[in-house]
Nanobody, 124 residues
Framework: QVQLVESGGGLVQAGGSLRLSCAAS????????MGWFRQAPGKEREAVAV????????YYADSVKGRFTISRDYVQNTVYLQMNNLKPEDTAVYYCAAEATGMMFSTPDKYDYWGQGTQVTVSS
């Protein structure tokens, strides 16, 4: 079955960096668009970054542009989110998701598979 397993979350001070990883299995990785979403307490889940199935195109939320970078490795079947200059408002549970048509949607309901999430906490 399809599994998406996130790792790399943790506690970091404002201005610091973290790198999230999402290892995918049970699917044809190169056929899926991959996204990172986040959900803070009391807020809706929102798209942070999306990468097309061939890594030609990327999407970033305005709030993370210039600070976060999404990438993917087709040998490791892994998608990454490099997060720099972290801010307290980046605190959330971060989820990895896979979209089967390869389209770069930014709405969570378009995604077919989800990981369990990893907590990112940024202290001020």
């Amino acid at each position: 079955q399809v599994q998406l397993v996130e790792s790399g979350g943790g506690l970091v001070q404002a201005g610091g960096s973290l790198r999230l990883s999402c290892a995918a299995s049970g699917l044809t990785f190169s056929s899926y668009a991959m996204g990172w979403f986040r959900q803070a307490p009391g807020k809706e889940r929102e798209a942070v970054a999306v990468i097309s199935r061939r890594a030609i195109s990327t999407y970033y939320a305005d709030s993370v542009k210039g600070r976060f970078t999404i990438s993917r490795d087709y040998v490791q079947n892994t998608v990454y989110l490099q997060m720099n200059n972290l801010k307290p408002e980046d605190t959330a549970v971060y989820y990895c998701a896979a979209e089967a048509t390869g389209m770069m949607f930014s709405t969570p309901d378009k995604y077919d598979y989800w990981g369990q999430g990893t907590q990112v906490t940024v202290s001020s």
